[in-house]
């Protein structure tokens, strides 16, 4: 019998996963909105997941759920959550991104991240994973020496990328990735680390950008 996997995912997350490749033997159902009847599936990816109110989520306690959730780590998510980095751009990535703290979790999710052929790595249960960390952290600085008028938005990205290879400045990746979820991360992790100072000019462009969508 093939494993049953449901993902609820936006259209540039289910390309990413399709790029990536998903083995013939597993069974797909996409979904782009959190769905009651979800039943009977071996593993559940939500990629919509949203940390800044988890109370709203689906909470699925017989199956391994794969949930985005880059700045909350699980000692706030249920015991068979699984965190994975599916920020925007990190998906269709040669290695994905995935932690828990939860060593029956692990092997599970381990089980079914071989049989969707993906490769994959644990990262530290913590904030920001690996990448994203790094990732928020250039942003943050390429923010700070924005507002110290060092240069332009274009000529920083045109820099990071001709400098050190990136396939995005830090400007394009922020839009890429959200600011919104930039910003949170940086927030949480400044709450036990003052390196992690959020650049004034981020905020006040994180609260425009915010108030655009509402």
Not at 9 to 28: D, M, R
Not at 116 to 132: K, Q, R, S, V, Y
Request: charged letters at 20%.
């Amino acid at each position: 019998m093939s494993m049953r996997i449901a993902i609820c995912a936006n259209e540039e997350q289910k390309n990413e996963l399709l790029e990536k490749g998903i083995n013939n033997s597993v069974e797909v159902a996409w979904f782009n909105e959190q769905q009651q009847s979800i039943n009977n599936f071996d593993a559940y990816f939500d990629l919509l997941f949203d940390e800044s109110d988890i109370a709203k989520n689906i909470f699925l306690n017989d199956v391994i759920v794969f949930v985005n959730a880059v700045a909350t780590t699980t000692s706030d998510l249920p015991s068979n959550y699984i965190r994975i980095n599916a920020w925007n751009g990190f998906l269709s990535r040669t290695i994905i991104e995935v932690a828990s703290s939860n060593a029956v979790a692990k092997e599970k999710a381990s089980g079914v991240l071989h049989e969707l052929g993906w490769n994959f790595i644990w990262a530290p249960d913590e904030p920001g994973l690996i990448a994203a960390r790094i990732i928020a952290m250039i942003i943050n600085e390429a923010y700070f020496a924005l507002g110290e008028n060092v240069s332009t938005k274009e000529e920083i990205d045109l820099a990071m990328k001709l400098g050190t290879n990136y396939p995005n400045g830090p400007f394009e990746w922020s839009k890429k990735i959200g600011l919104q979820n930039i910003y949170a991360l940086l927030k949480k992790l400044n709450e036990k680390e003052s390196r992690y100072e959020i650049s004034p000019l981020l905020i006040s462009e994180c609260g425009n950008v915010k108030m655009q969508t509402l």
